[in-house]
DNA sequence: GCATTACTTAGCTCATCGGTTAAATAACCT
DNA sequence: AGGTTATTTAACCGATGAGCTAAGTAATGC
């Protein structure tokens, strides 16, 4: 049974060794051997890590002479972050004030430019109409 | 040796049970019983599970009657959330107009009256103005 | 007290995972 | 061709993880 993607991107990212190479990749494209240098491991090691990563889409590889560097691939991290968007309301408190913010944008909207009802906010499309709160008993 | 936090929480996000759970949590407060319900698996399975996210810091557990009340903790998903914000700039598009914020930032500073284009959206700060789209070299 | 309901703990199995070393592949450079 | 550099594959090992059944704990209610 293949896991499903998530499954498979929360798995990798589940291994410090993992995370650590992603941050050195956000600096930007690297090879392999420059992956390994700050791990106290087995080339091998490095290599299976960057298998699984490159499974879980958060990153890919090409090849130049035989070296085969490495770069983030966008599209898993997004899931990732889509996937907890859905619980972004339980920290996050702008989200938890939706509807002051809402209503804000709206009303500065209105006073300058053409009313649409929705607008990306960090790449999320986010109703500008006000939306009710409901009185969860949480926290 | 104690797997560091984020390890736990990513491990423990890692399974899809555990995620259906997360998702039944984010309707609300519930116990036990009614967690394992959908699920075809023995209910010391879903024990373990529960264990699991608690000890990932995801879900709380509280004591009433004969009832273990579960519900979604927000600490861990935030850290979650804080360590992927390390990698936003590759996917999303008002983080990779970075450089408008900082140039709006930096002018906003000269005019020491505060005329505030920028607000914070989902505790990140984002332009409110219209944003536009510099050719990246990525992907 | 004793049965019922709600859960957890113990002990087992089997698969997967993170690491190892040794050997294989691939592309470059005389 | 033969050597060097970069990286992967193969085969193995010990630890962990997800599932099970059976038994234990805890509070409710007759």
């Known amino acids: ?11 990798a990212l589940a291994d410090p060794t993992r995370r650590a190479i992603l941050a050195r990749l956000a600096l930007g494209e690297t090879s392999v051997m ?3 240098k700050p791990f106290d491991m087995s080339l ?3 290599s299976k890590h960057l298998k699984v990563l490159e499974h879980a889409g958060l990153i890919s590889r090409g090849r130049e002479a035989q070296w085969r560097p490495c770069r983030i691939a966008p599209a898993s991290f997004q899931q990732v972050d889509g996937w907890l968007g859905n619980f972004r ?3 996050d408190e702008s989200f938890n004030r939706l509807d002051g913010l809402l209503e804000e944008m709206k009303a500065e909207e209105a006073a300058e430019a053409p009313p649409r009802t929705t607008r990306k906010v960090n790449n999320r499309k986010v109703r500008v109409t006000k939306e009710k709160q409901r009185g969860r008993t949480r926290g």
Chains 1, 2 share one sequence.
Do not use: G, K
């Open 44 to 46: 091998p090691a490095i």
């Open 34 to 36: 420059e992956l390994a």
């Open 1 to 11: 049974m293949p896991p499903d993607p998530l499954s498979s991107t929360f798995a």
């Open 89 to 91: 309301r339980f920290w």
